[in-house]
């Protein structure tokens, strides 16, 4: 599995772009890049998901350097809402013998203020 | 269409007593699973399963063991409580053998004194 380390902590005000980095030094080649959100209480929720370069979607952008031994999860114009912990989850790729190879680590706590 | 559902919210043990852990999806997912979440920390996978009648254990699957009889439904049980259990339990699924999408669960919050 693929060791993943992110900041502990970031803060953040309303408005403002926010990007979270996460370090996968040991990547293999089939492995995913997926990153979660979890607000207090409740359990994560799907972010993003991507394998290299840029994917977006409604709600982030994911961005992927070409050696993938990093990834950037980019929030923009966060509001307080979107403070939460974040979670960068790598060696998920779509193969049935990946089942169950999922580590969250302890993620970024990012803070929103006003 | 509920989702992923756990039960019970909430429950208080003695050491030693036993409890099982409901999960149920009415998304027709194939991989089913859970994690426990301590305070502060990132989730750890206990067991997971691929299919109805199969399952594996995760990354920190001692003391609790899970059967997956119908599809919709993945059980966790804990035999014989301990105070090193008390965390908050989160069921999910998801379609493929990776989480593209996991489906998580409200929790279950576990106390044992």
């Known amino acids: 599995l693929a060791k993943t380390t992110q900041p502990i902590s970031m803060d953040s005000y309303e408005g403002q772009e926010v990007n979270i980095t996460c370090s996968h030094n040991n990547i293999a080649t089939n492995d995913y890049i997926t990153w979660y959100q979890q607000f207090p209480s409740q359990g994560p929720r799907f972010i993003i998901q991507?394998?290299?370069t840029k994917v977006t979607n409604e709600v982030a952008s994911l961005f992927i350097p070409a050696d993938r031994k990093s990834s950037t999860l980019s929030l923009p114009r966060v509001s307080l809402s979107d403070t939460a912990v974040y979670y960068c989850?790598?060696?998920?790729?779509?193969?049935?013998?990946?089942?169950?190879?999922?580590?969250f680590g302890d993620g970024t706590t990012l803070t929103v203020k006003p | 269409n509920a989702g992923v559902t756990q039960t019970p919210k909430f429950r208080v043990l003695k050491t030693g007593q036993s409890m099982t852990l409901l999960c149920a999806q009415d998304?027709?997912?194939?991989?089913m699973y859970w994690y426990r979440q301590d305070p502060g920390m990132g989730l750890r996978l206990i067991h997971y399963?691929?299919?109805?009648?199969?399952?594996a254990k995760g990354e920190v699957p001692d003391g609790y063991n899970v059967s997956r009889l119908k599809k919709q439904n993945f059980l966790l049980g804990l035999e014989s409580a301990a105070p090193s259990q008390t965390s908050v339990y989160f069921c999910?699924?998801?379609?493929?053998?990776?989480?593209?999408?996991?489906?998580f669960g409200p929790g279950t919050r576990l106390t044992v004194t």
């Open positions: 998304m027709n997912h194939e991989y």
């Open positions: 399963s691929v299919g109805e009648g199969t399952t």
């Open positions: 989850l790598v060696g998920l790729g779509p193969f049935r013998t990946n089942a169950g190879k999922s580590t």
């Open positions: 999910a699924s998801t379609f493929q053998g990776s989480p593209y999408e996991q489906y």
């Open positions: 991507g394998y290299k």
